[in-house]
């Protein structure tokens, strides 16, 4: 179960119950008790009454004051709270919302013939897909002499996700020529971008930070560094073959693997002495995949065929958010029922599922998509 799952099935909390027509009635009840001790006189507010219109207005006022008061203390929840608040809660147990990253990726320059002397890449030299993404060399390298080529980590000029999915040998256009350089190309997927952490996940790192405090090498704690490590990062498993060994496997946004250089990045970070303990040895890689294919023909209602169109579009998008929701959390079975479900909830009268079938994935496992092959069967009568 993920932490906010945990969060949410958390009791409702109300600080303030009043409604409005109870807190109305409650004023007026009041207004007559007052009215008829000073006077001696039993009165009855009516609805179209002036004063009844009047203390109504107060109502409004008060309740609207109610209600800043009831979120006011809700902010204090870490269920409930949100944006710069959700912050300040993150800041008491020394959690502090992970800022945008740029994504990162091998880049090789090859010369067009060996040289006898070093030829450098300036640190801050661009490349590019040919598109509006630049990426630029993050330290200074040379071709040594002799050499042919030289490999160097490239960072996307541009925080955020856009740097991110750029296939091996996609990234080829040198923006800042340098002498005797004849081409180069990204040797890896460009990976690790990120956007501002959002609300959830910031969440979920407070809630997990008390296993942090332990100093024994808990599970929860090894998942909370691993996070913290890169926000990238959404789903973690730890598990152990034998004492004082322990695996842990991870995967990025919308369920893709790490690379080696990102593994290598959070492999490094959790084994300082300030995280892990003196007897673990910590192995870090990516989880082991498990490959499925979709095969699939769905059925729509007759009479739904004047929006067939867009249903059409509908469970194509159905499909698509279930490959990444069956790729999200290492481990998650392989389950032909959700993307039956998925579709049917989409506008499809009925789908008739080929394959996948049901398939159990261990905990360092991941589901992985083969070929996706959806096929619309036609208009059928209820």
Same mark, same amino acid.
């Given at each position: 179960?993920?932490?906010?799952?945990?969060?949410?099935?958390?009791?409702?909390?109300?600080?303030?119950?009043?409604?409005?027509?109870?807190?109305?009635?409650?004023?007026?009840?009041?207004?007559?008790?007052?009215?008829?001790?000073?006077?001696?006189?039993?009165?009855?507010?009516?609805?179209?009454?002036?004063?009844?219109?009047?203390?109504?207005?107060?109502?409004?006022?008060?309740?609207?004051?109610?209600?800043?008061?009831?979120?006011?203390?809700?902010?204090?929840?870490?269920?409930?709270?949100?944006?710069?608040?959700?912050?300040?809660?993150?800041?008491?147990?020394?959690?502090?919302?992970?800022?945008?990253?740029?994504?990162?990726?091998?880049?090789?320059?090859?010369?067009?013939?060996?040289?006898?002397?070093?030829?450098?890449?300036?640190?801050?030299?661009?490349?590019?897909?040919?598109?509006?993404?630049?990426?630029?060399?993050?330290?200074?390298?040379?071709?040594?002499?002799?050499?042919?080529?030289?490999?160097?980590?490239?960072?996307?000029?541009?925080?955020?996700?856009?740097?991110?999915?750029?296939?091996?040998?996609?990234?080829?256009?040198?923006?800042?020529?340098?002498?005797?350089?004849?081409?180069?190309?990204?040797?890896?997927?460009?990976?690790?971008?990120?956007?501002?952490?959002?609300?959830?996940?910031?969440?979920?790192?407070?809630?997990?930070?008390?296993?942090?405090?332990?100093?024994?090498?808990?599970?929860?704690?090894?998942?909370?560094?691993?996070? +913290?490590?890169?926000?990238? #990062?959404?789903?973690?498993?730890? *598990? &152990? $073959? /034998?004492?004082?060994?322990?695996? =842990?496997?991870?995967?990025?946004?919308?369920?893709?693997?790490?690379?080696?250089?990102?593994?290598?990045?959070?492999?490094?970070?959790?084994?300082?002495?300030?995280?892990?303990?003196?007897?673990?040895?910590?192995?870090?890689?990516?989880?082991?995949?498990?490959?499925?294919?979709? +095969?699939?023909?769905?059925? #729509?209602?007759?009479?739904?065929? *004047? &929006? $067939? /169109?867009?249903?059409?579009?509908? =469970?194509?998008?159905?499909?698509?958010?279930?490959?990444?929701?069956?790729?999200?959390?290492?481990?998650?079975?392989?389950?032909?029922?959700?993307?039956?479900?998925?579709?049917?909830?989409?506008?499809?009268?009925?789908?008739?599922?080929?394959?996948?079938?049901?398939?159990?994935?261990?905990?360092?496992?991941?589901?992985?998509?083969?070929?996706?092959?959806?096929?619309?069967?036609?208009?059928?009568?209820?």
């Amino acid at each position: 179960m993920s932490m906010i799952e945990d969060l949410e099935n958390l009791p409702d909390i109300d600080f303030v119950e009043k409604d409005v027509d109870t807190l109305l009635e409650a004023m007026v009840t009041e207004y007559e008790s007052a009215y008829e001790e000073s006077t001696g006189e039993s009165k009855t507010l009516a609805d179209g009454d002036p004063v009844r219109i009047w203390i109504y207005s107060q109502a409004l006022r008060i309740y609207a004051a109610y209600q800043l008061i009831d979120q006011a203390a809700k902010y204090n929840l870490l269920r409930y709270s949100s944006g710069d608040y959700l912050e300040n809660l993150g800041a008491r147990v020394g959690v502090n919302r992970a800022e945008a990253t740029a994504a990162t990726t091998t880049q090789r320059f090859t010369l067009s013939a060996a040289q006898e002397s070093a030829v450098a890449i300036a640190s801050g030299t661009q490349v590019s897909a040919g598109g509006s993404i630049y990426f630029a060399t993050t330290e200074y390298a040379e071709v040594v002499a002799g050499d042919t080529y030289v490999d160097v980590t490239v960072e996307c000029t541009e925080t955020g996700t856009d740097g991110n999915g750029y296939l091996a040998g996609q990234i080829t256009t040198l923006v800042d020529p340098i002498q005797y350089v004849s081409s180069t190309t990204n040797t890896s997927t460009s990976q690790g971008g990120t956007d501002e952490e959002d609300d959830d996940t910031l969440k979920g790192r407070i809630f997990q930070k008390p296993e942090s405090f332990s100093v024994a090498g808990p599970v929860g704690a090894y998942e909370y560094f691993t996070k +913290e490590c890169n926000s990238s #990062i959404i789903d973690v498993s730890v *598990t &152990s $073959a /034998s004492p004082g060994e322990v695996d =842990v496997c991870f995967i990025l946004t919308d369920g893709e693997l790490p690379d080696s250089t990102l593994i290598s990045e959070v492999e490094e970070y959790l084994s300082d002495d300030s995280r892990r303990p003196l007897t673990d040895n910590v192995t870090v890689s990516a989880p082991e995949t498990v490959s499925y294919d979709i +095969e699939a023909t769905y059925y #729509i209602k007759s009479s739904d065929k *004047t &929006s $067939a /169109s867009t249903i059409q579009t509908a =469970v194509t998008s159905a499909v698509d958010d279930y490959v990444i929701w069956q790729k999200s959390i290492i481990g998650r079975d392989i389950n032909p029922s959700q993307l039956i479900s998925d579709i049917i909830g989409a506008g499809a009268k009925r789908v008739v599922i080929t394959s996948p079938e049901y398939t159990e994935v261990s905990d360092t496992q991941v589901a992985l998509e083969g070929t996706v092959n959806l096929t619309y069967g036609g208009l059928e009568d209820e």
